[in-house]
Each structure stands twice: as C-alpha cells, then as structure tokens.
C-alpha cells in the first residue's frame, strides 16, 4: 500500500488567506467576527477597572450620591456590552455558520471536481470523501477559534496593557515582556504543529479510505473469508496514525510544559512587585485591585488560549491537507483553458469531427515509455475500431483523446484544433462514452437516463430505451422508470446495465462516440440485436469502437490493431484477414477457441 506522504505544498499564508477568503462569503458576519472578541476583550479590562474606582471611592468623605452616578453608568454600559456581544456571538452562529457549511460542502466537491482526472485516480475515494467533509466540519470551528483564541486575547492584552500603564509602568512592562515571551514561544511551535497535525490527519484520511475499500469489496472478503486479514491490514495502518498521533502529543506536551512555567514564574513575580510596591505607598489599594486582576486575568486567559492552540494547529493540520489534496503535481498538470479565458475554443461540432494523433509521445512511468510519435488519423464520420492484445495501449488511447492524460509531445487535434486549446466541458458535449463496466449514481433509473441529456422527452427516452433493447425489462420493473438504482446499478444485470448505457448513448446522440467493450456482457442472441442497434447509433457519427471479441468489428470502416502501444496493422476485416498478421492470429485464436468450446 502506497504511504501517505505529507509534503508542505501549502504555506501558513496561504492557509490564512484561504480562511480570509471564507470570511468574505458573509462579510456582514465576519464583522461579528471581529466585533465579539473586541466586547469580550472590553468587558474583561473594564470589570478590573471598575472594581479599582469603586474601591477608591470607599473614603469617609465620598458620599453614597457621588458613587452612584459612576457605578450606574458604568454598569449600564457593561449590560450593554455583554449583551450585544452575546447576540453577536448568536447572528454568527445562526446566519454565519450554516451558510458557511454549505459553501465549503460545494467548494470540497468543486475542488475535487477541478482536479485533473489522472490526479484523481491516484487517491483512494474514502481518503478524498474524508479530506472533503473536513471542509465545512473544521472551518467554521478554526474561524470561531481563532477569533476567539487568538483575536480576543490579543485585543485583551492590548487593552490591559493600555490600563495597566495608566496605573503602573513597571506592571505594564511585565506583563508586556510575558506577553512578548508568551506569543513567541506559541509561534515558533506553530508551523511544526501544523506539520505534525497534517501528518496525523493525512493518516486519519488513509485509515477512511482504507474502511471504505474493504467496504466496497465487502463481497471479495467474504467469500475469500479474508474478514480477519482485512482487519490486519486496518491495524497496520492504525499503527501508523498511532505513531504519528504519539509525534504530536509529546510535541504538545513541550509546549504547554514550557508555556505553564513561563506562567507560575510570571504570577510569582507579578505578586511579588505588587505587594512591594503597595508597601512602599507607591499604588493605592483600589490600583493594586486593578494591577492584580488586570494582570492575573489577561495571563489567565493567554495561558488558557495557549492549550486552545493545540486544537487550532490540528484544524489547520487538517485545513492544510484538504488544500494540499486539490494542488495538482506537475506532472498531472495540462492547462486546458477556462471557460470565460480569452481565445477558448467553444467547439460544439455539428457534425461528425476527424480526431488527429500527431507524433505523440506518452508514458504513464519515466521508464517505459507506451506510445513513441504516434500518428494516426481518423476521418470525419469514419467508424474504426481498436483490437490488440491486452495492455497494448488501446483503452490509454482513448483516454488520451479524453485528455485525461496529459501527451509528453505532440499534438491530438479534433476537427484540426488542438485538445489543449479546447475548454474540456465544451469538448466532451460533443462525445458520448460507454464504458464495459458502466457506473451509475444511486438514483432512480429515469434520473440516470437523462443524467447529461436533461431535456429529453418521455418520447425521446422511449425510443432510445427500445433501440437499447432495455424498455421491456424496465417496464417490468414494478417502479418502472423510477426506480431507485441501488449499489453498483442493482437490480440490474451486468448486461442490463450496459443496455441502460447504450439507451443514454441514443439518448446523447452526440457526434463522437466511443465505445469500450459494450457488448461484452450479453449473451450471444441479445448481442447480435444490440449490434445492429450499435450500428444504428453510429451513423452519421464519427465512431471508435474497442473489441477483444472480433466478431463486434467485423462490419467496421477500419480497424487499427495495437501491439505494445504501436499501430501494427490498419484496414478493414476483410483486408486485414488476407495478411498473415496479428489480426489474423488473433481471429483464428478467438474461433478455434470457440470450435472447441462447441
Ligand atoms: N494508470 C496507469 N498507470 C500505469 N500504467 C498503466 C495505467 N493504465 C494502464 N497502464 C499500463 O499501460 C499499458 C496499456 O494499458 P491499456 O489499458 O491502455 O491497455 P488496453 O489495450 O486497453 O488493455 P485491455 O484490452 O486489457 O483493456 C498496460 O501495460 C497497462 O498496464
């Protein structure tokens, strides 16, 4: 199993500035943002201080009336104060939050959707389904705690150092150089925590992809009883989340041991210069009041804000892998243009286009290469089919012309333009692919149908079912055309499904087609009719069917036959069966192996 490795493609900066772009989704809200830390933080300063002027006051010759106007304001404003950050904090939960969530849900699946396809295909789908869902639970929580953890003590230290100045320089300054000492510490631990807390992550997301494997294949375990080693496998990689798990907390652990002394050494000498002072007559009762709880409480509430750290760092651990998955490697990089990009061919070909492969040169590894300057040119409207051994390159050719994979050199041109200069959502309007093993969402029969031809007709969806040979089955069916298609497209056959592909393919009716081993799942009657309805669906369309079993090729314009990645043989059946080649060995192979099974 391929490990997960966590490379730092994502900076501090960036995390901040992806978290600032979050804000912006309800700006109104994120003023909250910042507007409730700022009333918490002056709500902590002012209580100290207004205890300190109260106590002031209590001298014989102030009477009760003097001290009442003060205190009434003063704690009129502190209602005020409390009361509005209190709603504050709920119009970001209620507005703020859920919109938030929702955003980042589509982001995840936009980001994921904007990934090259090759990139894609590299990663197990329950890692990215986990990197994806940990959008929208870890940013509206970082946000929260970061203002309240970060922003709110600051303003707070800021605050209390402008009062405690007021009161007492040398106060000020201590409490000023612990604050100093305090952040630092915090700050240099910050990117390693963040490193470690992206490990830790990136294996939480593996472990996810690793149960969703087994999951998938459930069947496969069970009846290769293979329960216990799928369970092995899981420890095995727990183990390493373990390990990873243990990094970052001793890591903590440094820090918050560090962070408590720096606390205790603090207090005691915040005391100590306190009462000194006091006895010397330099701050009166009512300012030690203040001093003390000024100081007491911002380092309180620092100290505190430190452990929060922790949580702050793995959410941006996490943060950082979600990002990290939607960086695209060079490699998989292939700059196809944006939809609103200046000079982005918008093709929609309203008729049947040629496709060009010009000198290409392509190889999934550095050191074998698959296809060397491979040149080949399908016609306008012309119906060819790829044959060949297994692995000979056919299924990678297409894939190519999909431009899933990016060509090292040369050019694929369709009606002469470059793939690379087409928009990829404009070009594949104009292609319909049915794959041998077709996939369908778990929806109902009738919403995977016009899943891509979303105006189709009741009429239209008819026909094309009958052309499939598939109506009847789903007239059948007790729900019919809603019914709901389970895993893995049940309670369809395999060949029913591919039936069910071939009625979209009616339905589509777009200008290239492709084919993959369409027939390959039906028996020999259904295929002989669904042939002729293949037939059916290819004209006036240009058309590239892939085949082992020859006899589905047999009527078409030309074929190319494959053989370790080169294009070995061209021409139609006929032609091709009076060369002694490989098309022929491979004809006589597939007969004689049928005479035999007769
Ligand atoms: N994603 C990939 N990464 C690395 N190698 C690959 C990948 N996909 C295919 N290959 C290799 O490239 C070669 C061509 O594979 P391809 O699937 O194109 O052959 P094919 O002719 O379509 O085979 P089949 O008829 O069995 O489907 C094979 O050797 C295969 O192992």
């Not at 969530?101 to 090759?118: D, E, I, K």
């Not at 990094?247 to 210069?273: E, N």
């Not at 009625?503 to 039906?522: G, W």
């Amino acid at each position: 199993m391929q490990e997960p490795v966590c490379t730092s493609r994502v900076a501090f900066c960036q995390l901040v500035s992806f978290l600032w772009k979050c804000c912006l989704y309800t700006p109104w809200c994120a003023l909250f943002l910042i507007l409730c830390p700022l009333l918490w933080a002056a709500e902590l300063s002012l209580i100290p201080y207004a205890i300190g002027k109260f106590l002031d006051c209590l001298h014989p010759r102030v009477s009760y009336q003097e001290v009442l106007g003060p205190v009434l304001i003063f704690f009129s404003a502190l209602l005020m104060v409390l009361f509005s950050y209190r709603l504050f904090n709920y119009m970001i939960g209620i507005r703020m939050v859920p919109k938030l969530r929702s955003r980042l849900a589509g982001l995840g699946l936009q980001g994921v959707f904007n990934m090259p396809y090759s990139a894609l295909k590299e990663e197990l789908p329950g890692k990215i389904s986990g990197k994806i869902s940990d959008l929208p639970k870890v940013i509206p929580e970082l946000l929260e705690m970061f203002c309240w953890k970060v922003l709110a003590p600051l303003i707070a230290l800021t605050l209390s150092l402008i009062l405690l100045s007021q009161k007492d320089k040398i106060f000020a300054l201590i409490t000023f150089f612990w604050a100093v000492l305090f952040i630092t510490g915090n700050l240099v631990m910050v990117p390693y925590l963040i490193q470690r807390s992206a490990n830790f992550a990136q294996y939480g997301n593996q472990i996810l992809g690793v149960i969703s494997d087994s999951v998938l294949n459930v069947f496969t375990v069970k009846i290769y009883t293979s329960e216990e080693k799928e369970e092995n496998y899981l420890q095995q990689n727990c183990k390493k989340g373990e390990k990873s798990e243990r990094q970052l907390q001793w890591a903590y652990f440094f820090l918050h041991l560090c962070l408590s002394l720096l606390y205790v050494i603090t207090l005691t000498v915040t005391l100590y210069v306190a009462f000194h002072r006091f006895k010397k007559g330099k701050i009166s009762i009512g300012d030690l009041a203040v001093v003390m709880n000024l100081n007491l409480g911002i380092s309180h509430v620092l100290w505190e804000s430190s452990f929060e750290f922790s949580r702050i760092a793995q959410h941006l651990g996490r943060m950082k892998q979600v990002l990290e998955m939607f960086y695209v490697p060079p490699k998989f990089i292939q700059n196809f243009p944006e939809k609103g990009q200046k000079n982005v061919k918008a093709v929609i070909f309203q008729h049947p286009p040629s496709v060009r492969f010009d000198h290409v040169t392509f190889s999934y590894s550095q050191e074998v290469s698959l296809f060397e300057n491979l040149c080949l040119t399908i016609n306008a409207g012309e119906k060819v089919g790829l044959v060949g051994y297994s692995g000979a390159g056919k299924t990678s050719f297409v894939q190519l012309m999909l431009g899933l994979y990016p060509a090292h050199s040369g050019k694929i041109l369709v009606n002469d333009i470059p793939i690379n200069d087409m928009n990829l959502q404009f070009f594949y309007q104009n292609i319909t692919f049915i794959s041998q093993n077709p996939q369908f969402f778990r929806r109902t029969i009738w919403e995977n149908l016009i899943y891509g031809s979303e105006n189709a007709t009741l009429e239209r969806v008819n026909y094309a079912c009958k052309q499939a040979g598939i109506f009847d089955r789903i007239q059948g069916l007790p729900n019919g055309y809603q019914t709901l298609l389970e895993d893995q497209g049940a309670p369809l056959s395999g060949g029913e499904k591919q039936r069910l592909s071939i009625a979209k393919a009616f339905l589509r009716n777009s200008p290239l087609l492709i084919l993959d081993e369409v027939t390959a799942q039906q028996d020999a009657l259904t295929e002989q009719s669904i042939q002729l309805a293949l037939h059916e669906l290819m004209k006036n369309k240009t058309s590239i069917v892939i085949a082992h079993r020859l006899k589905v090729v047999t009527l078409i314009d030309r074929l190319f036959v494959f053989n370790n990645g080169k294009i070995v043989q061209t021409g139609p059946h006929h032609l091709l069966l009076q060369q002694n080649g490989l098309y022929k060995k491979l004809w006589e192979a597939q007969n004689s192996l049928t005479s035999l099974t007769r």
